[in-house]
T-cell receptor, first 114, second 114 residues
Framework: DAGVIQSPRHEVTEMGQEVTLRCKPISGHNSLFWYRQTMMRGLELLIYFNNNVPIDDSGMPEDRFSAKMPNASFSTLKIQPSEPRDSAVYFC????????????FGPGTRLTVT | AQSVTQLDSHVSVSEGTPVLLRCNYSSSYSPSLFWYVQHPNKGLQLLLKYTSAATLVKGINGFEAEFKKSETSFHLTKPSAHMSDAAEYFCVVSEGNYGQNFVFGPGTRLSVLP
C-alpha cells in the first residue's frame, strides 16, 4: 500500500492568499484526521471524519479554516485567507474504525505564510 | 478529560546504553495508549500500542512499554540505543467513540551519542 499521501509537501504563500492542502487516505480506511504541528502548541487535532462525515471539528482554529471529504479517497483542508500564524506542518492520518484505533500518518505538508 | 505528560523534553544517551522515555496520562475511561516516533522532517510512525490486552507491549525496533494503571504510566524502554533511534517520541492517549480522539504529549527528543 502507498500509505497516506499528502500534497503538496511544501507550500510557501503570501498572507491573504488561499491555501489548499490535499490528502489521500489508505485505501479501505474509513476515518480521516487533520492535525497541525507547531513548536509552540505541539500536535493538535483539527478535525476528523468517519465515513466522509465530519465528526468533531472543535479543533479548527477559526472560520478561515475549512475541511471537506467529498469521497472516501480524498480530503482537503483549506485556509482562506492565510495568515503568518498559520505557518506549521499539517498532517493527515487515516484509520479503520474498530481496528485498535491505530492511525497512520502521512508525511505532512510544511506551510509557510509570509 | 484526557491528558498526557511526558516528563522529559530531551533525553540524551550513549549508543548501546538503555533508553527510558517517561509518560504519564490522565483519562476518565480505560484508555488506549500509543507511542509514535517522528524522525526529522518525516511523518509519525507507530512504535507500539496498548489496547487493554497484555500490559507489557512489544513494538518495532526493540522498543517496549509497560502499562501501569496504578501509576497511570506508560513508559517506553529499549535495552540498547542505536544511533538511528535519535528522533522525537510522542506518547498518545485516546478515548471516546471508537477511541479516535487522540491527545498527544508534548514529545521527548532523544539524542544518541556515539
Amino acid at each position: 500500500d502507498a500509505g497516506v499521501i499528502q500534497s503538496p509537501r511544501h507550500e510557501v504563500t503570501e498572507m491573504g492568499q488561499e491555501v489548499t492542502l490535499r490528502c489521500k487516505p489508505i485505501s479501505g480506511h474509513n476515518s480521516l484526521f487533520w492535525y497541525r504541528q507547531t513548536m509552540m502548541r505541539g500536535l493538535e487535532l483539527l478535525i476528523y471524519f468517519n465515513n466522509n462525515v465530519p465528526i468533531d471539528d472543535s479543533g479548527m482554529p477559526e472560520d478561515r479554516f475549512s475541511a471537506k471529504m467529498p469521497n472516501a479517497s480524498f480530503s482537503t483542508l483549506k485556509i482562506q485567507p492565510s495568515e503568518p500564524r498559520d505557518s506549521a506542518v499539517y498532517f493527515c492520518a487515516s484509520s479503520l474504525i474498530g481496528a485498535d484505533y491505530e492511525q497512520y500518518f502521512g508525511p505532512g505538508t510544511r506551510l509557510t505564510v509570509t | 478529560a484526557q491528558s498526557v505528560t511526558q516528563l522529559d523534553s530531551h533525553v540524551s544517551v550513549s549508543e548501546g546504553t538503555p533508553v527510558l522515555l517517561r509518560c504519564n496520562y490522565s483519562s476518565s475511561y480505560s484508555p488506549s495508549l500509543f507511542w509514535y516516533v517522528q524522525h526529522p522532517n518525516k511523518g509519525l510512525q507507530l512504535l507500539l500500542k496498548y489496547t487493554s490486552a497484555a500490559t507489557l507491549v512489544k513494538g518495532i525496533n526493540g522498543f517496549e512499554a509497560e502499562f501501569k494503571k496504578s501509576e497511570t504510566s506508560f513508559h517506553l524502554t529499549k535495552p540498547s540505543a542505536h544511533m538511528s533511534d535519535a528522533a522525537e517520541y510522542f506518547c498518545v492517549v485516546s478515548e471516546g467513540n471508537y477511541g479516535q480522539n487522540f491527545v498527544f504529549g508534548p514529545g521527548t527528543r532523544l539524542s544518541v551519542l556515539p
